[in-house]
């Protein structure tokens, strides 16, 4: 059993004042039979409060409203989660596994998973790459899946702001790099091209000085961001159900990834998403950080705070100043000049 301890910041900086910031977050780990969210917080600077609810998809949602000027909105998710050791994924199912899959998918409703979504779709360019990595149904459906998890991360080169987060998926085959969600729209697609149905993961994946006793093949060629979100595939597969696979980095999705939010591809799950009331132009800056122990840690221990994080969380962790309205002013200008007179 591991615990993960994660500080997610987020920084929007608005080259003039904005009136107002309203902003829906996915930053709370999921609990389900892999992990356990022991702790959550979500701090917001300038400070407001913040409302949740679950969507559809079983997803945790923060979201708030900071009205009044603010030249600068920072958002900071603290999580304590408990991580269960998975057992190892097979490298193959049975000889019918095919026929199984077609009747779980017959008994249940799993059309979302097997449509083409914002990001996720059959385009010309995503038939052409099906045709050249030999998608197809063959074998078995794991076998397939674990050949497509090597072939996606061989085909792209990882090249960090290489696309957009609204970027369609045929920029990332045709330049044959791209980053992880990027990764994860294209093994989606061609997973549902295939008739298996496919969910877009976000959330972290950790790194540490102990990772390669997990042996080369899961540790010895990560290549995405340490300091960012992560994002990978589910797979659907008769006995095992819901499976992970990050095609960034060619592993089993098992026990250092860490799940946020699941949904049909990025439109579903982003970590921020939100708009603001004003003429500005705004800038993004994020940072993650995760820390793993054998042992819970205490439920009211402070992580240490990065030095380059330490105003921003400050900010984020203190009350709000309070506004002072125009009306006010007056009447504290019409007060100042009465004691003067006196």
């Known amino acids: 059993m591991n615990f993960y301890s994660i500080r997610h910041l987020t920084r929007f ?98 059309v979302e998973m097997l449509q083409p979504s914002t990001f996720a779709m059959e385009t ?65 697609a061609l997973l549902r091209h295939v008739g298996i149905p496919a969910r877009y993961v976000s959330g972290y994946l950790y790194r540490g000085k102990d990772d390669q006793a997990e ?10 961001t340490p300091a960012a979100t992560h994002a990978w595939v589910e797979a659907l597969l008769p006995s095992l159900n819901w499976v992970g696979f990050d095609p960034t980095n060619d592993l089993i999705a098992w026990n250092r990834h860490i799940r946020t939010a699941v949904g049909r591809d990025y439109a579903d799950v982003p970590p921020t998403h939100g708009v603001y009331r004003g003429k500005a132009e705004s800038e993004l800056y994020v940072a993650v950080k995760v820390e793993s122990s054998t042992e819970a840690p205490a439920l009211d221990r402070k992580m240490p705070i990065p030095d380059d994080w330490s105003v921003l969380v400050e900010r984020a962790q203190q009350p709000a100043e309070r506004v002072i309205s125009p009306l006010e002013f007056q009447q504290m200008q019409q007060q100042q000049a009465k004691s003067n007179a006196l």
């Open 124 to 188: 010309p360019a995503l038939l052409q790459l099906a045709k050249e990595l030999g998608v197809e149904r063959r074998d078995d459906p794991l076998m397939l899946i674990h050949e497509l998890n090597r072939k996606v991360y061989d085909y792209f080169e990882y090249v960090p702001k290489s696309t957009r987060v609204d970027s369609p998926i045929d920029e990332a085959i045709e330049s044959r790099q791209g980053v992880c969600q990027d990764f994860a729209h294209t093994m989606i």
């Open 13 to 110: 900086r608005y080259n003039k004042p904005v009136s107002e910031s309203v902003m829906e977050t996915r930053m709370h780990p999921r609990s389900d039979a892999s992990q356990h969210c022991l702790q959550f917080t979500l701090s917001v600077s300038p400070r407001c409060r913040v409302f949740s609810y679950r969507d559809h998809y079983g997803n945790d949602v923060q979201h708030f409203d900071s009205p009044g000027d603010h030249q600068q909105l920072v958002i900071v998710a603290e999580s304590l989660v408990e991580h269960q050791l998975q057992m190892d994924v097979p490298a193959f199912l049975a000889p019918d596994a095919w026929g199984a899959l077609d009747a779980m998918i017959c008994e249940s409703d799993y």
């Open 215 to 224: 042996g080369k093949e899961q540790a010895g060629h990560e290549r995405s």
